[in-house]
């Protein structure tokens, strides 16, 4: 079995100052940890994906992520918030299993960016 | 362009008459899948596909189905519609088996209204 929980369903943060996305999750097996962005009537886009290699995962637009198994999270950050990155975010986790192919999302956190 | 589309992208029902939205992506994906987005839940899957004539349920399949005849193709069909299936519905593509890390790419999105 597997889940997700972002700690903060809505955070606010002024332009220019550091941004905190926080996830843990459980999982029976090796997860493979990713964040995802969904804009305003957008799709979503991937910004990072950990996959048991380094625990500091950098991805896209200034955002990283580091894996901390002994505290099971995956906290997002980015050290200067732009107003582009108004959004909602969400943490995803799927387990390495010998079959099949279920993820599990968070429920998401919106992010409000004020200049 | 790489994309994944739907059709249609709003649609609005009434209870019992069944409806398809369809999927398609032009990315030469074996996995596709579905997703249902409530608010305050986050994105939970459907059902996905590891390949052709290959299907299996996700986390919530009730009331639904799915279809893989074509490798490019996935639609999602509502028998009988009821309106606690009205929600935004995202439909996905992935090169691989997501346990792998493999990024998945979204669609725009069906917002389906059931009266």
């Known amino acids: 079995a597997q889940s997700v929980t972002q700690l903060d369903s809505h955070v606010s943060v002024s332009e220019g100052t550091p941004v905190l996305l926080r996830c843990n999750y459980s999982?029976?097996?090796?997860?493979?940890l990713f964040w995802y962005v969904q804009h305003p009537n957008k799709g979503l886009q991937l910004l990072l994906k950990?996959?048991?290699?380094?625990?500091l995962v950098k991805g896209i637009n200034g955002f990283e992520a580091e894996f901390k198994k002994s505290e099971t999270s995956f906290h997002l950050t980015k050290p200067s918030a732009h107003m582009s990155d108004a959004a909602e975010y969400f943490c995803v986790v799927i387990s390495i299993k010998a079959a099949g192919n279920k993820l599990t999302f968070g429920g998401g956190t919106r992010v409000l960016v004020k200049p | 362009e790489a994309q994944v589309t739907q059709n249609p992208r709003y649609l609005i029902t009434v209870t019992g008459k069944k409806l398809t939205v369809t999927c398609s992506q032009n990315m030469n994906h074996e996995y596709m899948s579905w997703y249902r987005q409530d608010p305050g839940l986050g994105l939970r899957q459907i059902y996905y596909?590891?390949?052709?004539?290959?299907?299996d349920k996700g986390d919530v399949p009730e009331g639904y189905k799915v279809s893989r005849k074509e490798k490019r193709n996935f639609p999602l069909i509502l028998e009988s519609p009821s309106p606690n299936q009205t929600s935004l519905y995202f439909c996905?593509?992935?090169?691989?088996?997501?346990?792998?890390?493999?990024?998945?790419?979204f669609g725009p999105g069906t917002r389906l209204t059931v009266t």
């Open positions: 950990y996959t048991s290699a380094a625990t």
């Open positions: 999982s029976s097996y090796s997860p493979s």
């Open positions: 996905a593509s992935s090169t691989g088996r997501l346990a792998g890390g493999h990024e998945q790419y």
């Open positions: 596909s590891m390949n052709v004539e290959v299907t």
